[in-house]
């Protein structure tokens, strides 16, 4: 009535066991007597646990053939697990399970645990499991399961950089999951999610999930999530939406040699998503990280720096919504390499939630049906690499986009505004490519200008027209911006938008572009190599104006309008060169 405790000295093995002896009947002859084949360890009524421990030896588990029950070792009521190998591998087989009723389930291992086939580890009610390979790895087949009801689940595999985690089925019904690995947690080959939790804490020495050549995420259906990894990166697939944030301490119970419970282990909170953040060195780790339905990225408690998603040194970032929105309330940040932000929804930032990297590394935002809504307290900004946007409808500015290489904002079917209007520069660039399928700024009665500090412009927009206000010099000319796009094996490749010049409207918008303390130039461009610099269809106008003393408009290309009016004003000279022209039509 008090449980099951066994010590072996040497190896074990849980199978069917059957013992045949030999009698000695009255006349003196012998007789064979056989208990039934007996499989399993059971505990059944009560809440009297299990305990087994291997001193030195491997512990094999199986299925025997007596009940066909799918455990080695299950406990009724509250009774608790303890298997505990001190020299040795723990090896689950095929259909040969740990089952609780509600008691708590504790396999340690001194050197790695193998779970074969398709066995399950369970229990329900507010019972924790704990899988703890203290000098190895824990390796799950694709059909192998643990599961809890109300109770956290832990896996750690600790000793060196092959201490993997190799993950099956993990499922928390209505709690939490902790994996820590000091080298890498990868996807054992299941097919669909491999952790279900409320909340998912992830630690590992190398990588989470592989990148690369034959990358593969681990899949995930949670809803928050926080990761650590070290140098080969995170790669991360979310099959609803998720959000990254705070993840809550996990603690799970410790089974003693009594089985019972005196002690808790606790992992405590983490937040955020880092690449290189246990290498104890600056690293090149990418991070990807995508989620089917709307990504938050939220800055977290510990700590809280602003951050959400950091790859540390050249590491790539890839974060990605594939049905919904990305919604940024915290920064996204790469030491060198490139970002990319992509939404099938909108794509928004909030308060001050920056999107940066440094050096030559690019930023592409992208909206593929909805709007990018950028914070006007953000800073969205790269060292000297290019910066794309593209919306499927309206960009609206943030703080600044800033890069000492070229910028290119599309509105595939609408406008390039500012998000709140002020006078700050907004984009500060070397060049600088609009499309708009509506316009760029506002005309009109709420006129409101871009502001930007740009060397070399061009735009294509419609009927809203276009209104910028350069800071200083200003050259209509040819520009081209080589962006690049993380892909979803971390390794960026080419995103460029083609070669564009000229300042051009369709449906009658107008073109405004001043500049406040410089000179304003029109050049022909290569694409197209027209002899047009500046070129407004049907009815709009232009106003082409150098504001600030002694600056002057120098028109080497022409300036042609359909039937809208032209006005050219230089501070101190409108100047021609060539056969530059200023021609309109109508009246």
Known sequence: SGGIYLQESTGLEVDDVSVAVQRVGANGTLSTVTDAVLSDVTTTGGNYPVVIEVLNGDLDLNDGSANGSGTAISTSGSGNILVKVLVGDVVISDGAGLSSV????????????VLLGSPEVSTAGSGTIWLDAQAGAIEMSSASRVESEDGAIRLSASGSTSANIEVGRIVSQNADVSLLASGSIVDAGVSGSNVDALHLRLSAGLGIGTLGTGAEPLETTVAVLSARSGLNGINLYEHDALVVDTTRAVSVNVVNASGQITSTVTDAQQSDVVSAANAGSVGTGPIVMRSVGDLSL??????????????????????????GRVLGYADVRSGSGDISVLAHGNLQTFGTADLVTGGSGALDLQSSTGSIL????????????????????????????ETGGGVSLTAQSGSILESTSTSAVDVRAGSLRLVAGVGVGRLGANVDAIETDVNTISARVGAGGLNVLESDALLVGSVTVQSRRVGTDGISSDNSDPLQSDLISSNGGSLVARTLAGDLIVLDGAGPEDGVGVSAATSGNILLEALGTGTSVSLIADIEGTTGSISIIGALNVTTTGVASVRTGGS
Do not use: F
């Open 374 to 401: 950028l914070s006007p307290n953000g800073v969205y900004s790269s060292g000297s690499g290019d910066i794309r946007l593209y919306a499927g409808t309206d960009i609206y500015l943030g703080a600044l986009i």
């Open 298 to 323: 939220r800055d977290g408690a510990v700590p809280a720096d602003d951050n959400a998603v950091v790859a540390t040194g050249s590491g790539n970032i890839r974060v990605e919504s594939t049905t």
């Open 102 to 113: 509600n008691g708590s389930i504790h396999v340690q291992s001194g050197s790695g645990i």
